[in-house]
Every structure is written in C-alpha cells, then in structure tokens.
C-alpha cells in the first residue's frame, strides 16, 4: 500500500510585491508522478526550489515533510535522497560527458569505482553510450537534456524532481523520455514534474496540480479532472466574424458557450446533439467536432487570456 512521501501543507512564496505561490498544500504518494501544470509565471518552479531548499518559503505556520525532513532544517539530507533536474542544461561545455558525470558523482561521495559503473549503466539507460566522450558542446539539444536527466539519477535518489524536463524537445527525444520515467517509476522512484505540456501531463501524471497564479485551482487524476470539469465533446466554429454562429434555441438548455475571438465553441455531453447543431446549421469546413481533452479543463480553468507573466 502507497503511502505519502510528501506532505506539504500551506506554503507561500513572495518576491517583493509578487506573491509567487499562496498557501499551497498537496501530498504526494510513493511510486507516483505527481504533475504541476500551469501557466508560465503560475509558481510551478517556485514549489520545485522550496522543496528542494533552493528558496526558503515565506510563513511560518507552514509544513513541509519529504521522507521525514524539512527542507529548511535538513537541506541536504533531502538533496542526497532527490535528483533535480532544472529548466536549464548547466553542463560544463568544456569536459565531455563521462567527465561532467564523475566529477558531480563526487558531490555525493562515490567511489570511483563505483561511479564508474553507475555512469556506465545510466548512459547506457538513457541511451547516450555512443556519446560517452564527447564534449558537452557537441551535443543536441535533446541529448544535453538526457545527460541532465542521467546526472539528477546518479546517486540513485527516492526522488526525482524534474522542472519541465521535455521543454523544446522534438517528440521523438519527448517520448523516449517520457517512456524511462515510467520505467524509474517501476522502481519505486517518485517522480515530481513540472510542465506545460497537457500530453506530458495527461500521459505521465497519476496525480495532477493546476496552478494559477501561485494557488491551487483544481487537483486530482488527470481522466478525473475530465470527467468532473469538461464536457465530452465540443463543436469549434470558425471565421465567426463572418456570421457563422449557430442560432439555435436548443443551445440554450443543452450546450455550453464558450465565446473567444475568432471562434465559438459549443460543449456537450451529446455527439449526436452538436453533429445535428452543425450539419443545421454550418457549412462543411467552417467547424470541427472532437473529443475534449486535458487542455480544455487547462484552459477553462485558468482562462484563455495571457496573465502578466506570459
């Protein structure tokens, strides 16, 4: 049976005037990936760095519990259990892979020998061996990334905390990626992320966070969130500008409105109800059915609107 391997409970961060994140409490079970999805400015890698001690949250009366530890009190014992991968690839461009990976191996006290072999196996696992030594500089993008992902797991952590570890990525490296963090879940590693991508949430996430401006707007299991807060289809109307609104008194009691520029969107339970309104109504090419799906909960949620941070 899981049991919770965090507990975090009413923690705030400001930066002056900026309140980045605002009482917020979660708990994270073992062996799980615990997603947070938000906005670019909505306090995701804020919540990353107090856990891992890289900033001191604000209030006082706050919790924060991570296999035992408080982070303010016990830095690094909660770093020697953790991996963090950050938002940027902070390699040293002047040593090749293998070096860049003994010389962090000693910050935990590796043997050599032993880091020798704990190097070998991650290379090998992140399928970057044919790069052992090549210098940093030398590498893609998406193999930089895998390199950061291979040095966050050499010490072996409990935890794994990645800060939107796919970010600019090309789908190929995205899914190998995302295909080894399950495989590091099998292992009991718990895996802590933080993304915009609605699919890396949606495919990764048992338990997902939506954050809006530093709080917690809505939590749960992704296909849950779904089922609770969006409708199962929507009819998207395009050129609206041009007079191609549905007017129909049925839309009134049975379907849900959303209006944004240049497009309306009608949602309903019922495919029948929106392919009836549309095939009425419009003409082929102005509309599209489909399903709804993570980014419309995303989205509802937090507005369509760019905040201030975006």
Sequence with gaps: MSSSVIKVKNISKSFGKIRAVRNLSFSVESGLCFGFLGPNGAGKTTVMKMLYAKCIRDNNSSEVDIFGYDPVKNELVIKYLSGVVQQENNLDDELNVIQNLMIYSK?????????????????????????????????????????????????NPRLLILDEPTTGLDPQVRHLIWDKIRQLQKQQT????????????????????????????????????????????????????????????????????????????????????????????????????????????????????LNDKQ
């Design 190 to 305: 718990t895996v802590l992320l933080t993304t915009h991508y609605m699919e890396e949430a949606f495919q990764l996430c048992d338990n997902l966070l939506i954050m809006h401006k530093g709080q917690n707007i809505m939590e749960g299991r992704p296909k849950e969130l779904m089922k609770d807060n969006i409708e199962k289809y929507v009819l998207e109307v395009f050129d609206t500008e041009d007079g191609h609104e549905v007017k129909d008194d049925t839309v009134r009691n049975n379907i849900r409105v959303d209006h944004t520029p240049g497009v309306i969107r009608y949602h309903c339970d019922d495919i029948d109800v929106l392919n009836n309104l549309a095939t009425t109504s419009l003409k082929a090419g102005d509309y599209h059915i489909r399903e709804t799906n993570l980014e419309d909960v995303f989205l509802r949620a937090t507005g369509r609107q």
């Design 107 to 155: 910050f935990y006290d590796i043997s050599v020998k032993t880091a020798k072999k704990r190097i070998e196996y991650l290379l090998d696992f992140l399928e970057l061996s044919e790069k052992a030594n090549s210098k940093i500089k030398e590498l893609s993008g998406g193999m930089k990334r895998r390199l950061v992902i291979a040095r966050a797991l050499l010490n």
